[in-house]
Each structure stands twice: as C-alpha cells, then as structure tokens.
C-alpha cells in the first residue's frame, strides 16, 4: 500500500495546474460563481474546452482507438479533482468526457458516433441528460415519458424536470419507455435538442442560474435511427455509464479547498485562534479527508479491474457528509462569505449542497450500503 | 497511490487469522466484563507479529493491519503500543507498553500491570519505567471498560529518557489507536449486524426496518473512513494525518457505541452477548490522548498553524 502519488502522477496533476493557471486568468473566480450550466460559464466552456482539446488534457483517460492517451484511473481521478477545485470551467461538458463519450464508443451505431464523438473531441458539444420526471426521481424506473415508434419514427410524448444544461445543450440522452415493462421496457433515444416540440423552461434555484430545467415533449418526432441501443437496453447501458461515472463528481477535493479558504479567511480576521472554531474545521477536514480515502478505496478497485459494488455508495455518503459540514461551517463562521465576501465560497455553497440529492440522494445510497455492502436482508416490498 | 494489499501484507493477515481463529469468538455466557488470553499473547509475540513494523517490507502500514486486526478479536491484546509506538523508542521494552501523556496521569491506563513498561510523552520529552505495584493503584474491580487498567498513583523519582521527539511518539500514539478503534468498529458492526437480522420483532427481522438500516449504513460509513484514515496517517508518517485520523475514529466511536446498544435492546445491556467488549473498549479509547477536542487542535495546529 502506497498513500503517496507517484512521482508521473505529481507530474500530471501539475501539468494541469498549470494549464489553469495559465487559462483561468482575470476575475475567473467571480466568473465561477456562475453556475456550470449557466450561458456566460457554457460560453466560457466553448472556448475553454477547445484549449484543453488541444493540450491533450480534455480525455487523456480515453482509450488510444478514441483518440486519448489511455491514462489509467488515478489520471481520470486527478484530472476530475483539479477541474472541480477550480470551479469546473468545462461546464456540462465534463459529462461528455466522463461518461458520454465511452458509452457512445460501447453502444453506438457507426453513424451516432461519427455524429456525435468528433464534436465532442473539439470541445464543441453540450449533452443533457433527460432521466428525472416528476413522479419519477429516486424511483427512476417508474418513468413514463413515451415514445412511440410510428412508420420509421419515434413520437416522443412527457416530461423530464431538474434537466441540468438543458437551456443550452445541443443533444439530450433521452430516457423514455417504449414498453409497459419497468426496467426493461425503457429505451434510450438521442434527441437533438432544436426538434419541434420540445420546451425548456429554467427552475428558478438555490444553485445559480441556468441550472435545473423543466423539459416538455409534446409529439416530438426523431428517426428510428436515434434510438440508443436496443428497445429495452436503457437500464443495462445507464449501468455501464454509471460504472464509468460511479464515484461522480470528487466533490470533497473542492470542499476541502473551500475549507482551507474559510479558514484562511478567519486567521486574517485573528478570528481563528477560538478552539471550538479551530475543532469545528478540524471535524471537518477530517471529514474530507475520510472522503477522499473512502473514494480512492473505490478507484483502487478500478485500477485493478474489479468490479465496482456498492462500496461507491459508501464513499458517495462520506462525501455528502463533508459537503455538509463544510457548508455548514462556512455558514456558521464565516456567514459573510455568502453575501458578497468569497465568490469562491458562494460557488461551493452552491455546488456542495446538491451533494446529497443530485445523481441519487444520500438516503438511496444508505438503502444500498444497507442491501449491498451490510448484506442485511431485505426491506418488505 | 497504490491502496491494494500487498502479498507480504495478505500474507501476514492470513497467518494472523490462522493464529487467532481459536481465539475469535467468545465462550458465551461468561460474564467476565473484560477477556485476555496470556496464551494468545505468547503466541503473538512468538510469531513475531508485534514487530512488523520494523522489517523493512512490512513496514507502518502492515503494523496498522496488524493492529487494526487484532482489535477485532474480543479479547483485549496489548499491541497497538508495542507495534506501532514501541519501535520508536526502544524495541528492547517490555511488554506492556503502558502509554501516558504528561500532565494527564490521571486516568485509567490501559494493561497497567507490575512489570509494564510505563511511557510518559510530553513536555519533559519521552521518559519510561518499569511499574511496581508501590505504585499503582487497583481499579474498581467491576470496572466496564474491556481493557485491564489501573492507575498511577505517581511517578517514580527516577526514569530513563529517550532520545525521541516526543512530538513523533505522539503522532504514533495517535496512530496506534485510530488503527485499534478501526478494528474494534469493525467487529462492534459485524456483530450488531449478525444480531439485527436474526432477531425478529413484528414478524420480520429487526434489520428490515429503515429507521435501524440507515444508522447502520451511516455507522458503515464512519468504519469504512476510520480504517483507510488510520492506514493512511500510518503510510504517510504526516502529524496532521495522524491528529485526523484519531479525531475521526473518536467521532465514530462515539456514534456506534450508542446505535449498537440502542440495536441490541435488553440484550446489549448483558455480559451474555460480546457486543461490550468491543463497545467499551472503544468507549475508552474516545477519552485517549485528552478526546476529540484535543485531535482537533492537534490537527488544526497541524493543518494551518
Ligand atoms: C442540481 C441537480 C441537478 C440534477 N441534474 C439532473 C439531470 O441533469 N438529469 C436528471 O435526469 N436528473 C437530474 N437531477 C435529479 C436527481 O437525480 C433527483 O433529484 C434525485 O434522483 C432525487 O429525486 P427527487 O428529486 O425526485 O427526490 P425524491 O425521489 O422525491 O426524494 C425526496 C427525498 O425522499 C428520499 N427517498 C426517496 N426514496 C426513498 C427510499 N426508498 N427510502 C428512503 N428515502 C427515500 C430521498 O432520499 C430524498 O431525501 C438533478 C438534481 C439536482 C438537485
């Protein structure tokens, strides 16, 4: 067991860091408050996006046949930990290197990809993805948004809500049943998002503008040749994309960083030498750092190629648990961070609080290390 | 970062778990408030187990396996001191290595026996002698902690210091029980976890209900962080590493210790079930090294000065 980084991977994590520093110049930091999907940091992403692309560092992880570098997981970790510090200026696009991408080389026909991988290549195109409905959030199988195949075509009829990007992304990863049958009978469909029929309208939210979205399909008409996969393969390919993107977002590293600012803030204010202050941050480190351990336990395993359970849902819960102390310590010591003092603080705030609802709540993790990893038996359905 | 097991590591687990199977479940019904075995301890020490961490392969990450392994047997082991904090003053000690902070002399001190090796880290620097019973003091004898302890009634005139930082046996010590606790919170979960879904109440098994399965998950988590935080402050040697992961592991143990009674009913009051063995040595060990608040200075001492 070795806790260190490897000297290539010190060099890696600094290669980028220096890319940032080059490229996140000015008032980035204010800029970032801008939530991830908002149209000023969407632009920003274009540009942004088209650089990384060209200092080979948008998908370095990628295999050697889709144009990347085939650099391993720890790379893929870093790479994701570095964005994610600095206020993630790929915006969405983070999702097309992550999982997108690789689960368009796995499912794709020849034709979805030569459409869609080559933009996303050169940092030009901005994904949705369209699961979430009203009555289907956490019991993401009850979904409902119909499609129907009618002489070549699929008429798409319902509604997705908390669509990130939606505002402003070009195509949506569509899910939609094509048959009564829960799990089985959902299908994926690729939907550009200028087809007739389709209205996005912005939630107002807590995190930032431009950020979650209600999506209406009203007899929006695709090809047959949009479909993803198989008619019933969703559940099977959501599966395979998730294993790319299991660990999601290395929500700690930013959390960490947000904390080291709080404080840092404090000891300029000679506000820091209070023990209970002083224990509180530590509390929280502590927290971050259990995190992260718990995560990289997790990219071990992938390193490896083992087979990732449910232990990423452990380390997904330790990481809600730092998110929330952090926030928490934020708002408790340093209250004006969220009123003007700290845009980066700001940012974090609003990032960090959807740690625990977003891609899967922290309680449906608990209910899977329960099921999965403490192997108790099973809840009475 | 390579945080697989080594062979060497997988190895030195599995002796142990050969060695210690005689060992890892309790005669039930005895209700002895606290288990040692002396022939468990010889064999131990015989194996060489105590001292991996100064084979230079092995090493401080396999001396917190070793530790944190141990931990998960419900017999009380005096190793976390002799495995990991010995090495660093003189490996010549003998066991038990009884560690005290200066200043604190006070409280319970856990395998204080005549014959025990007494360190006192502080201040003075990092000093030791061999307790006599002229100067120890019984504990009461139903004490609840499941660790044999005593107290000092003073120090000796006379010890022998060491030339060691004693800022470096501190960040050891701190490490040697994040490593224990990791241990003893793994075992405490197995077997609440073996006791909820046998047990039926309402016609199904205690486990099935959310409101037990989520604060189980959630104390799956805490023991999840304590072991990789400990086998990390151990790997990277880093004061603020060490000060985090005790603080965390305290923190942890003072959540399961009460979910765990809570899940156990009438029965996590009795001597009839282990589950106080692990639970009231961990009870223990959240008071080590002065408790949390002390971890949390220490840390934020170490983190940003
Ligand atoms: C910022 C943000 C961005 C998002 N982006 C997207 C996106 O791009 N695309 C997309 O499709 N979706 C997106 N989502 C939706 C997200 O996946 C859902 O919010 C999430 O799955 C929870 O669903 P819900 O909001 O309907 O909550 P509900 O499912 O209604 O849950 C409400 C509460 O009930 C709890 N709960 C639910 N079921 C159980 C159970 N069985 N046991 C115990 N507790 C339970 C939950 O944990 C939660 O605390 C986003 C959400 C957020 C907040």
Not at chain 1, 134 to 140: E, I, M, V
Not at chain 1, 227 to 247: C, H, K, P, T
Not at chain 2, 159 to 186: I, K, Q
Request: net charge negative; with cysteine.
């Amino acid at each position: 067991m070795q806790f260190e980084w490897t000297p290539e991977q010190d060099a890696f994590r600094h290669k980028i860091r220096d890319f940032l520093e080059a490229n996140l110049t000015g008032d980035w930091e204010k800029f970032s408050e801008h939530g991830p999907a908002s149209p000023a940091l969407t632009a920003f992403a274009r540009e942004f996006c088209v650089k990384l692309a060209e200092a080979g560092i948008l998908f370095p992880h990628w295999p050697v046949e889709m144009g990347g570098e085939g650099l391993g997981p720890w790379e893929q970790q870093i790479l994701a930990e570095e964005m994610w510090i600095a206020g993630e200026p790929r915006g969405g696009q983070y999702m097309n290197v992550n999982w997108i991408g690789p689960t368009l080389q796995k499912y794709g026909t020849p034709e979805q990809k030569a459409r869609y991988l080559e933009p996303i290549t050169r940092g030009q195109s901005l994904w949705c993805q369209g699961f979430s409905e009203p009555d289907a959030g956490s019991d993401l199988a009850a979904l409902r948004t119909r499609a129907e195949l009618r002489d070549g075509s699929y008429v798409i009829n319902g509604q997705k809500i908390w669509t990130s990007y939606a505002g402003l992304a070009d195509t949506c990863f569509l899910l939609t049943r094509t048959s009564d049958d829960r799990k089985k009978g959902i299908t994926i469909i690729l939907v550009p998002m200028d087809t007739p029929g389709i209205t996005v309208r912005q939630i107002p939210s807590l995190i930032g503008e431009g950020d979650i979205h209600e999506v209406f399909f009203d007899d929006v008409t695709v090809p047959e040749t949009a479909r993803f996969g198989d008619e019933g393969q969703a559940w099977e390919i959501v599966a395979y994309s998730l294993r790319n993107e299991r660990l999601g977002i290395p929500r700690f590293t930013l959390a960490r960083a947000a904390l080291d600012r709080a404080v840092a803030m404090l000891q300029g204010e000679s506000r820091f030498a209070r023990e209970h202050v002083r224990i509180e941050a530590a509390r929280c480190a502590a927290l971050c750092e259990a995190a992260a351990t718990a995560n990289y336990a997790v990219v071990q395993k992938r390193v490896d190629g083992l087979s990732i359970g449910a232990e990423s849902s452990s380390a997904r819960y330790a990481t809600v648990m730092a998110e929330r102390a952090v926030c928490e310590f934020v708002v408790e010591f340093v209250p004006q961070a969220l009123a003007g003092a700290s845009p980066y603080l700001k940012m974090h705030h609003q990032r960090g609080i959807v740690a625990g609802v977003a891609a899967g709540s922290a309680e449906i993790q608990l209910n899977i290390i329960a099921s999965d990893v403490l192997e108790l038996p099973r809840e009475p359905r | 970062m390579q945080l697989a097991l080594s062979e060497d590591q997988t190895q030195v687990l599995d002796f142990i778990d050969t060695l210690a199977r005689p060992y890892a479940s309790v005669p039930m019904h005895d209700a002895s408030l606290v288990l040692e075995s002396a022939d468990l301890d010889a064999a131990l020490v015989e194996s060489g187990f105590l001292d991996v961490m100064a084979v230079e392969e092995l090493g401080p990450v396999t001396a917190a396996l070793v530790v944190e392994k141990l931990a998960r047997l419900p017999f009380a082991i005096e190793a976390a001191a002799s495995v990991m904090v010995r090495p660093l003053i003189d490996l010549a000690l003998p066991r038990p290595l009884c560690l005290v902070e200066e200043g604190r002399i006070g409280g319970p001190v856990r395998f204080l026996r005549p014959g025990a090796s007494v360190v006192v880290v502080g201040p003075s620097g990092v000093r030791s002698f061999m307790a006599d019973a002229g100067i120890i003091a019984a504990a009461q004898v139903d004490t609840l902690y499941a660790y044999p302890a005593a107290f000092l009634t003073g120090l000796p005139d006379c010890m022998t210091s060491h030339d060691v930082d004693a800022a470096e046996v501190l960040r050891a010590w701190r490490v040697a029980v994040a490593a224990e606790a990791a241990g003893l919170l793994a075992a405490a979960l197995a077997a609440t976890v073996a006791y909820v879904s046998d047990r039926k109440q309402f016609g199904r098994p205690l486990a099935t209900f959310q409101g037990m399965r989520h604060r189980l998950a959630e104390d799956q988590v805490m023991t999840n962080s304590v072991h990789w935080l400990a086998l990390r402050a151990a790997g990277t040697g880093s004061r603020g590493d060490a000060a985090l992961a005790l603080l965390h592991a305290q923190e942890a143990a003072k959540q399961v210790c009460y979910d765990y009674h809570q899940f156990l009913g009438g029965m996590g009051m009795t001597l009839e079930h282990p589950l106080h063995l692990w639970t009231y040595r961990l009870k223990l060990l959240t008071a080590e090294l002065g408790g949390r608040g002390e971890q949390g200075l220490a840390a934020s001492d170490a983190l940003w000065g």
